[in-house]
């Protein structure tokens, strides 16, 4: 195979595959840019070439890194970048960059990024939206203090005033704040979400888009407090430069403001600003009883979605999850539900055969709750106990890791010993297991 045939093939499989490759030379001329950087930039292969043709491409944040590596001679692994790209959509990608080397001598850097827009999306979700905008009626909870929440919200949409949410994650905060963006009399153009757990030059980035281009934007904040104090006050001095009585500002914290204040996590100035009223949203071990109507609109929409005659939860299941204590809240009960799904098929009840093995396991350590530890995870009781002997064994093992790291407080060492393995040997386990919470004390 010739040489030309060669690099037909390299030019074709760079071009066509799912992971972003970009690769400048020592002077940092653009050598290489293929169709998924492209996307993710957010340019089609016509707008990039009439760019590249007026030497007008702009790689503010791409290009950084890669300079970076380009400058030190040393590879950046694992870099995580998330923005808003050309077509205002927002991006996270995970990056390796390498120098390139020909006959020892440094002749440019290439980067290989990975899309997982989608991925972080789904993490940082507190509750699925079913492709649907997030309203007060679609909300499942019946509790008393939920009530409260709602018309505390209600009250919030028709004065426009802004608001601080506090609670935990997974409690459905961001379902409140959308909730409230739709029930404005006067209607907002958008409803702008801003992580600020993620990269803060971002967050502040779209505040100063939106604050200057749009007139009526619902904007929410989610945890403030991850926001650097400069940052926190940066967002203070665009609000003060740019007033706007038509937006509605919406933020979330995870805990006493007031503490955050006074451990110096949270501006008082920020918090001044979206304080017009405060509301906290309890987490799902303070209100039980919405465990369930959470579950009956799951399950409805798997009927609606699949056709099955999936009605409820078996007694023994069901008081099983009214004793947990849910600490991921609605988040960790709706993820418990993805993992139960897939085996719904002509049941019409859900059985404590169909919980997974690692939920089990939390019931068992959850003693101080009243949660019988006697719980017979590993008995055979019928033929739907039966699974592949390999699943078994691996179950087996991890229960049996993760009580001996209760035993001994997370210490490794003395774990490891007590199982007469080498300490390497069970870091590996603990970490392919998903146990790294129970090994904080490695020493």
């Not at 390139?100 to 699925?128: K, S």
């Not at 939206?129 to 203090?145: M, N, P, Q």
């Not at 009530?147 to 905060?173: C, H, N, Y």
Request: glycine share 4%.
């Amino acid at each position: 195979m010739d040489n030309t045939v060669l690099l037909n093939i390299y030019k074709y499989v760079i071009e066509k595959g799912d992971m972003g490759i970009c690769v400048v030379d020592t002077e940092g001329k653009l050598l290489i840019y293929n169709k998924k950087m492209r996307e993710l930039e957010g340019v089609n292969e016509t707008e990039f070439e009439e760019r590249r043709a007026l030497e007008i491409i702009d790689f503010e944040i791409e290009k950084s890194d890669i300079y970076k590596v380009l400058n030190s001679g040393m590879p950046m692994l694992n870099v995580k970048k998330t923005y808003w790209n050309k077509k205002d959509q927002e991006v996270t990608y995970i990056s390796n960059i390498y120098p390139l080397h020909n006959d020892g001598i440094l002749v440019g850097a290439v980067e290989f990024a990975r899309d997982i827009t989608q991925l972080e999306f789904m993490m940082y979700q507190p509750l699925r939206r079913y492709g649907a905008s997030l309203t007060f009626d679609i909300i499942t909870a019946v509790s008393a203090v939920m009530k409260d929440v709602i018309e505390k919200a209600k009250i919030v949409a028709l004065s426009r005033m802004p608001v601080v949410l506090i609670g935990e994650s997974g409690t459905g905060i961001d379902m409140i704040a959308e909730g409230i963006h739709h029930d404005l009399k006067m209607k907002n153009d958008m409803f702008i979400g801003l992580i600020c757990r993620r990269d803060e030059k971002t967050v502040l980035k779209q505040f100063e888009k939106y604050i200057i281009d749009k007139e009526k934007i619902t904007f929410f904040a989610e945890r403030i407090e991850y926001l650097s104090m400069e940052a926190q006050e940066k967002i203070v001095e665009l609000f003060e430069n740019h007033p706007n009585h038509h937006h509605v500002l919406i933020a979330s914290v995870g805990k006493d403001p007031i503490d955050l204040i006074q451990q110096q996590q949270l501006s008082k100035k920020l918090y001044r600003l979206f304080s017009g009223i405060t509301i906290y949203v309890p987490p799902l071990r303070e209100r039980k009883e919405d465990i369930m109507p959470f579950i009956d609109d799951y399950l409805k929409r798997h009927r609606d979605s699949f056709g099955s005659a999936i009605q409820g939860l078996s007694d023994e299941v069901k008081e099983t999850f009214l004793k947990y204590d849910w600490p991921g809240n609605l988040k960790e009960l709706e993820v418990l539900l993805d993992e139960i799904s897939p085996l719904i098929t002509n049941e019409i009840i859900i059985d404590s055969h169909m919980l997974p093995a690692h939920f089990k396991w939390k019931m068992q350590s959850s003693n101080d709750k009243g949660i019988d530890e006697t719980s017979d995870l590993f008995v055979i009781k019928n033929q739907h106990d039966i699974r592949p002997l390999e699943n078994y064994m691996k179950e087996v093992e991890e229960y049996y890791i993760s009580k001996a790291l209760d035993f001994h407080q997370g210490n490794i060492s003395k774990t490891a010993a007590a199982l007469g393995i080498r300490r390497q040997s069970l870091q590996y386990r603990v970490k392919n297991y998903n146990l790294n919470k129970k090994s904080e004390n490695i020493d």
